[in-house]
């Protein structure tokens, strides 16, 4: 077999919560090299454009010439996205300079236990950039 996953939590009833092998590696790798390590929660819920289809873009308004970044549904208004003024129906192009493509962009972000953050992000056809600091 393969490891894809670690139960990190369980519940009565059966229910259980895992992280996935790419978080694990991550957190294992930083364990290893005897760094500190720190998950910054960034609150968001969302989708990836690069996994939309046209008509999928066209129903969430998004303009079918966009091809990267993360389409925010929702977001928790405690975590640092939400401070640093991103909203639903955002789409965040990139973090510090580096484009968002896929679920490992974000997840890279969440541990590399930086504190400064620069949002690229579109609004109403708009690029705007938002800066976010996580606060200990």
Do not use: C, H, W
């Not at 059966?14 to 998950?39: Q, V």
């Not at 679920?103 to 800066?131: D, G, P, Q, W």
């Amino acid at each position: 077999g393969e490891v894809i996953g670690m139960i990190t939590m369980a519940y009565k009833d059966n229910m259980t919560f895992a992280l996935p092998i790419n978080e694990i590696r991550i957190i294992a790798d930083k364990i290893i090299d005897g760094e500190e390590y720190l998950k910054t929660q960034f609150g968001i819920k969302g989708q990836y454009i690069g996994n939309m289809e046209n008509y999928q873009k066209t129903n969430l308004n998004i303009s079918i010439d966009i091809f990267e970044g993360l389409y925010v549904e929702k977001l928790n208004m405690s975590d640092l996205a939400y401070a640093s003024g991103i909203r639903s129906d955002d789409i965040i192009i990139s973090i510090n300079g580096v484009d968002l493509i896929d679920n490992m962009s974000l997840l890279n972000f969440a541990y590399n236990n930086e504190t400064n953050f620069e949002f690229k992000v579109i609004r109403n056809n708009e690029e705007i950039i938002l800066i976010g600091t996580v606060n200990d």
